[in-house]
């Protein structure tokens, strides 16, 4: 019973309206999409394509704080790229890999397109969230700088219901990221492993009676390692969190790119294909997708616009806690940074995934001779250019890419936690969370997954409502800043 319900709220918010269904540009209108593509577009309009005039900007900002000598992250905050570090762990997880590949499996590589064009938008959300993070700040009862949507959504509606609001985004976002959201990271992880070994022992079943389950023991010895190292870094407070992010983050990504780049550049005859594929994909999906499956264009409109929005993360909410706590001259300094964020996630690392798999042809069932999606479908496109290796290559990114997520999704879930409860309270949620970490890599419990895509869409509608109620200040601090830079 439960678990239909919780299945019916994520359909409510992200099945196509009615009166769009029958329109084959506009079928994938659902009220989620209609109100993250909006606010994209409102922003993009309100702060003259920001996204572009200080796309350049956001670059410097990005390139010259990561060969700074970076302070000690503490009470005070961190500095602006640690911010950047610890939102783009967040956003560069499992969709980057599992999201991409299952778009590109349900809507074709034309959902690719929808990607970028999602993530184009997104960069003027994400740049009105980091900014008015920034602005609205606050010094928690432990002394520490925290900040985050309940904060510029109490701004926006004031009283009893700005309460209401940050209250139902903070609860909502501790149970979706902090929670259920950490473990189906793991799951992520320990799936890819399970995939990857083949040695008895650790393919050897084990019994966990409390759980009443059997699982292969690679899943739980996974579950129990990761849980210890996260609840380590859980404990070692902001420091330890920006720590881990700034140096992990660029490893991860560079590792990622260096082995993507590397298949791409051995198979470049792949290249004109590729883009072929995605942009005639975009508007005639069955010319490009194998003939056998009949993909229609909303599918390849809604996969993409779905996956990429939730892939980058703008627009959710979630990484507005990393960037309140960055410590810049401006507001809208931190802005810029957000921006680049998106750019990384999605123009850069889900890019790569999204070449392999289309260019190897694996999305298409009459290639790969069976209906792969997720994991499975980006292991079966980088073995193709890595061999067995591939396998190996794909379960050790998806290791770094989830648990640098459970990290970040952890550290925006404290500062609501912080909100609801006090500081007093971080202790308990730290182990809590590792606990989840640990439950997760054991089994997938669709219900699990199903309430975090349902909080997930519910959280957006209270951070959105809130930025664009707060579009005049955006406006401001952006003038503000455009100003300051005349002078100097």
């Given at each position: 019973?439960?678990?239909?319900?919780?299945?019916?709220?994520?359909?409510?918010?992200?099945?196509?309206?009615?009166?769009?269904?029958?329109?084959?540009?506009?079928?994938?209108?659902?009220?989620?999409?209609?109100?993250?593509?909006?606010?994209?577009?409102?922003?993009?309009?309100?702060?003259?394509?920001?996204?572009?005039?200080?796309?350049?900007?956001?670059?410097?900002?990005?390139?010259?704080?990561?060969?700074?000598?970076?302070?000690?992250?503490?009470?005070?905050?961190?500095?602006?790229?640690?911010?950047?570090?610890?939102?783009?762990?967040?956003?560069?997880?499992?969709?980057?890999?599992?999201?991409?590949?299952?778009?590109?499996?349900?809507?074709?590589?034309?959902?690719?397109?929808?990607?970028?064009?999602?993530?184009?938008?997104?960069?003027?959300?994400?740049?009105?969230?980091?900014?008015?993070?920034?602005?609205?700040?606050?010094?928690?009862?432990?002394?520490?700088?925290?900040?985050?949507?309940?904060?510029?959504?109490?701004?926006?509606?004031?009283?009893?219901?700005?309460?209401?609001?940050?209250?139902?985004?903070?609860?909502?976002?501790?149970?979706?990221?902090?929670?259920?959201?950490?473990?189906?990271?793991?799951?992520?992880?320990?799936?890819?492993?399970?995939?990857?070994?083949?040695?008895?022992?650790?393919?050897?079943?084990?019994?966990?009676?409390?759980?009443?389950?059997?699982?292969?023991?690679?899943?739980?010895?996974?579950?129990?390692?990761?849980?210890?190292?996260?609840?380590?870094?859980?404990?070692?407070?902001?420091?330890?969190?920006?720590?881990?992010?700034?140096?992990?983050?660029?490893?991860?990504?560079?590792?990622?790119?260096?082995?993507?780049?590397?298949?791409?550049?051995?198979?470049?005859?792949?290249?004109?294909?590729?883009?072929?594929?995605?942009?005639?994909?975009?508007?005639?999906?069955?010319?490009?997708?194998?003939?056998?499956?009949?993909?229609?264009?909303?599918?390849?409109?809604?996969?993409?616009?779905?996956?990429?929005?939730?892939?980058?993360?703008?627009?959710?909410?979630?990484?507005?806690?990393?960037?309140?706590?960055?410590?810049?001259?401006?507001?809208a300094h931190q802005g810029y940074v957000a921006m680049m964020g998106v750019f990384i996630?999605?123009?850069?690392?889900?890019?790569?995934?999204?070449?392999?798999?289309?260019?190897?042809?694996?999305?298409?069932?009459?290639?790969?001779?069976?209906?792969?999606?997720?994991?499975?479908?980006?292991?079966?496109?980088?073995?193709?250019?890595?061999?067995?290796?591939?396998?190996?290559?794909?379960?050790?990114?998806?290791?770094?890419?989830?648990?640098?997520?459970?990290?970040?999704?952890?550290?925006?879930?404290?500062?609501?936690?912080?909100?609801?409860?006090?500081?007093?309270?971080?202790?308990?949620?730290?182990?809590?969370?590792?606990?989840?970490?640990?439950?997760?890599?054991?089994?997938?419990?669709?219900?699990?997954?199903?309430?975090?895509?349902?909080?997930?869409?519910?959280?957006?509608?209270?951070?959105?409502?809130?930025?664009?109620?707060?579009?005049?200040?955006?406006?401001?601090?952006?003038?503000?800043?455009?100003?300051?830079?005349?002078?100097?």
């Amino acid at each position: 019973m439960f678990s239909k319900i919780v299945l019916d709220l994520d359909n409510l918010l992200w099945s196509p309206l009615p009166i769009f269904e029958q329109v084959p540009i506009l079928g994938w209108l659902s009220p989620l999409a209609i109100l993250l593509v909006g606010t994209g577009l409102w922003f993009s309009f309100k702060l003259k394509f920001v996204q572009v005039r200080g796309f350049g900007k956001g670059l410097n900002a990005v390139f010259g704080g990561m060969f700074k000598k970076s302070e000690r992250a503490g009470k005070h905050g961190m500095s602006s790229f640690q911010a950047l570090a610890t939102a783009i762990a967040a956003q560069v997880g499992t969709g980057n890999i599992v999201g991409a590949s299952t778009a590109i499996a349900t809507g074709g590589p034309g959902a690719m397109f929808w990607m970028w064009i999602a993530a184009f938008f997104g960069m003027a959300t994400i740049y009105a969230e980091a900014t008015l993070a920034q602005k609205y700040k606050n010094i928690g009862d432990d002394g520490h700088v925290t900040g985050g949507p309940v904060y510029y959504i109490t701004k926006a509606f004031g009283g009893n219901l700005g309460k209401f609001f940050a209250t139902a985004f903070a609860i909502l976002i501790v149970l979706s990221l902090g929670f259920m959201g950490c473990a189906v990271q793991s799951n992520g992880i320990a799936t890819a492993w399970n995939t990857v070994v083949s040695t008895t022992f650790l393919k050897n079943p084990v019994t966990i009676p409390i759980l009443n389950i059997t699982v292969p023991m690679i899943q739980p010895i996974i579950g129990t390692i990761l849980a210890i190292i996260a609840l380590l870094i859980f404990a070692g407070g902001i420091s330890s969190i920006a720590s881990f992010t700034e140096k992990i983050v660029p490893a991860m990504a560079c590792i990622f790119i260096i082995g993507s780049l590397f298949i791409i550049i051995t198979h470049i005859g792949w290249i004109p294909e590729i883009f072929r594929k995605i942009f005639v994909g975009a508007f005639n999906p069955s010319a490009v997708f194998g003939g056998a499956v009949g993909v229609m264009v909303k599918d390849a409109v809604s996969k993409g616009v779905a996956r990429g929005l939730f892939s980058n993360e703008a627009g959710m909410g979630s990484t507005p806690h990393a960037h309140a706590v960055a410590n810049v001259e401006h507001p809208a300094h931190q802005g810029y940074v957000a921006m680049m964020g998106v750019f990384i996630d999605t123009f850069i690392i889900l890019n790569l995934t999204a070449f392999i798999v289309i260019g190897s042809g694996m999305y298409d069932p009459s290639i790969s001779g069976a209906n792969l999606t997720g994991a499975a479908l980006a292991q079966a496109g980088f073995s193709v250019g890595l061999g067995h290796f591939g396998n190996i290559f794909i379960a050790f990114c998806l290791t770094f890419f989830a648990f640098s997520t459970v990290i970040g999704w952890y550290f925006f879930g404290e500062a609501n936690i912080k909100y609801l409860f006090g500081s007093k309270v971080v202790k308990i949620y730290a182990v809590i969370v590792s606990v989840c970490v640990f439950l997760g890599s054991l089994q997938e419990v669709e219900v699990i997954w199903n309430m975090q895509d349902a909080f997930n869409g519910l959280m957006v509608i209270p951070n959105l409502l809130g930025i664009l109620a707060l579009t005049k200040v955006v406006q401001k601090l952006m003038h503000e800043d455009d100003i300051n830079e005349m002078i100097h």
